[in-house]
């Protein structure tokens, strides 16, 4: 069973993987950091940040399941390799529990649905964003699932 947050990292260590992560920034953009801020978690026990430098934004992941990486960033692979809307790995550094990926922008579906809706209905905007959604569905079942080594 993967570890609960408050179990998760000393505070040594986590400052050690945060200063992993920003060396794998570097050494994949050759670029000097300017922002690197946290961003608020969700269930899982990694923890992820905005890592901005003068021309660019990404996501670093700092992961403490090793399986759960390694998952994700081959599964994220394989969904864009097969043409997917996934976010792009840049780098990742499993030994260390880190990863980089494509920053998709600060909105999440839910905020944009929050924003858009203003009563009991939902707009028409809203239903749109969720069929485009709910059509990629298949997609990542039947065409990826075909070449997928689960």
Request: some cysteine; overall charge negative; charged content about 30%.
């Amino acid at each position: 069973m993967p570890a609960k947050k408050a179990e998760l990292q000393a505070p040594e260590a986590a400052v050690r993987s945060e200063e992993n992560l920003k060396a794998l920034f570097k050494k994949t953009f050759g670029e000097e950091i300017v922002d690197f801020a946290p961003l608020k978690g969700d269930a899982s026990a990694r923890r992820l940040f905005r890592i901005k430098s003068g021309g660019r934004s990404v996501i670093g992941a700092i992961g403490p399941d090793r399986l759960e990486n390694t998952a994700f960033v081959e599964f994220s692979k394989h969904f864009k390799k097969e043409c997917l809307p996934v976010p792009e790995i840049y780098a990742a550094d499993l030994s260390k529990d880190i990863y980089l990926e494509e920053d998709l922008g600060e909105t999440t579906l839910f905020q944009f649905m929050q924003a858009e809706r203003t009563g009991p209905e939902f707009p028409a905007s809203v239903l749109a964003a969720y069929k485009k959604t709910l059509d990629w569905l298949p997609d990542f079942q039947m065409k990826a699932g075909k070449t997928l080594d689960y």
